[in-house]
């Protein structure tokens, strides 16, 4: 069964039970109505190679909206400074 990041609600690991576990919600359920999904892995390490990998791409998305974010502020503080600073070298000039 294939969930989208965004539909998965929790995702954990015991790696001392080699398992994977995540709940997510089908795509037309209600939201109160999840599912949970365990998983057996080979070994300990691969069990932590998933959890990491899963956690990667689901919160990349987030980093980088909170980057571009960032960025977009910072570039309009610059702009805002810049206007001042014009305005205030015509106002000084006349």
């Known amino acids: 069964m ?3 990041l965004k539909r998965i609600a929790f995702a954990t690991c015991f790696p001392d039970q080699q398992q994977f576990t995540f709940i997510a919600r089908e795509p037309k359920a209600t ?3 999840q599912f949970c999904h365990a998983f057996r ?3 300990a390490r691969e069990v932590i190679a998933v ?3 899963f956690l990667f ?3 990349l998305f987030l980093f980088l909206i909170i980057v571009i974010v960032v960025v977009a502020i910072v570039l309009i503080c610059h ?3 810049s206007s001042v600073s014009v305005l205030t070298l015509l106002v000084t000039q006349q």
């Open 41 to 43: 892995a080979r070994s």
């Open 31 to 33: 939201t109160d109505e």
């Open 51 to 53: 959890t990491f990998v």
């Open 79 to 81: 702009l805002i400074s």
């Open 57 to 59: 791409l689901k919160y």
């Open 2 to 4: 294939a969930h989208a």
